[in-house]
């Protein structure tokens, strides 16, 4: 079983790279996780935000790999402690299916993004910058990996 994050947003800053590749290499044995940037849509001046969700949209479901199951990070999704985060992963791992995790662009995901998603995931009431969101999610992974391999790095 394999991980693949799709993020909206390209060029993170050098500090959430070399954090995410921390994780990323940490977990290379448990659940090698794969980063997928997708172009966000064009925001500003005289353009439809909507329309740049859409089209964020668009791009995330062609970067999804087939048979996938999908967990779409969305604040109304469901909150996991650790400990449940390890449960879920666990069940994803029973069902012999690759993963998905999906980071939306500012405006969050569209509707076609959130239909095909299995699950949805929220870290929580607080707000976080999208780009600490890829850092947060690989090291939560990498710690519900840790748990079920019973390695010290979780110590509740």
Partial sequence: M???LIAVGERAPRWVAEGF???QKRLSHW??????EVEPGLRGKGRDAARAMQDEGAR???ALPRQATVVALDGRGKMWSSEQLAQRLEHWRGQGRDLA???GGPEGHAGEVLARADEQWSLGPLTLPHMLVR???AEQIYRAAALLANHPYHRA
């Fill in 2 to 4: 394999k991980a693949r």
């Fill in 60 to 62: 995330v479901l062609a």
């Fill in 21 to 23: 590749s921390e994780y």
């Fill in 135 to 137: 850092l947060v999610l």
């Fill in 101 to 103: 995790f999906l980071i």
């Fill in 31 to 36: 659940l090698p996780l794969e980063l997928t």
